[in-house]
């Protein structure tokens, strides 16, 4: 079975523009969550939804926003980039509804912003 | 916000030796899972364990949730078993979904 898709892998982009990260899930987990990696850290909560809604938010500001699709694919969209948003971005998937259960990770997208 | 304390924060291996790492955390949790990220960024899942006991292989982890903290053990470590190690949880009533990661472990181990 496929695992956590990521879509694309790498992608260059200058201070100012949007970017659209794409993730699928593993089928049958309808939860999707992302995080942002910067590197020599850990990586950071940014969104979680679940059937199609917002479940949790971290402290990201409004220039990042998420959806979910029926299909429970996602996509992360950040607007306006700064050179601080450099960063590998992960979603990750699970089957859990009450709670995070077990996240399974894509292998994320690497954002270069010049 | 919960804090995750991983250590040691650097650890170098030869080959063939054991080692333990450990994760304290500062409140109550209902997740926590342990990672390894290789170096090409993958986060792979090594165990969820909120609490108790597993093994995986030459890995297990333990989880002693009332004394908040978590062990991982590395036994007859290989060089593939190089990268950094996360510990991440999710504390009783945070935000859904949100695992609050360690600064990590990272792992030499040497031929």
């Known amino acids: 079975d496929a695992g956590v898709t990521q879509s694309p892998t790498h992608l260059i982009k200058t201070r100012g523009q949007q970017v659209t990260l794409r993730c699928s899930p593993i089928s049958g987990h309808k939860s999707v969550s992302w995080y942002q990696q910067v590197l020599g850290q850990g990586p950071q909560f940014i969104f979680q939804?679940?059937?199609?809604?917002?479940?949790g938010r971290g402290n990201f500001p409004d220039r990042f926003s998420a959806r979910q699709f029926p299909n429970y694919s996602s996509e992360l969209n950040v607007n306006a980039l700064l050179l601080g948003d450099s960063a590998l971005y992960l979603c990750a998937s699970s089957w859990a509804s009450g709670n995070t259960g077990e996240l399974f990770f894509g292998e994320g997208s690497r954002l270069t912003v010049l | 916000g919960i804090q995750v304390e991983q250590s040691p924060p650097d650890l170098i291996l030869q080959e063939g030796a054991n080692s333990t790492l450990r994760c304290n955390f500062s409140?109550?949790?209902?997740?926590l899972q342990w990672f390894h990220q290789n170096p090409w960024g993958q986060l792979i899942n090594l165990f969820y364990i909120p609490s108790g006991t597993k093994q995986n292989g030459r890995l297990s982890a333990t989880t002693v949730a009332t004394e908040r903290y978590s062990l991982l053990y590395i036994s007859s470590s290989q060089t593939t078993d190089s990268g950094v190690y996360f510990c991440a949880v999710e504390r009783y009533g945070d935000s859904w979904g949100k695992l609050q990661f360690g600064a990590g472990t990272q792992v030499v181990v040497t031929p």
């Open positions: 939804y679940y059937e199609k809604e917002e479940r």
């Open positions: 409140d109550s949790v209902n997740n």
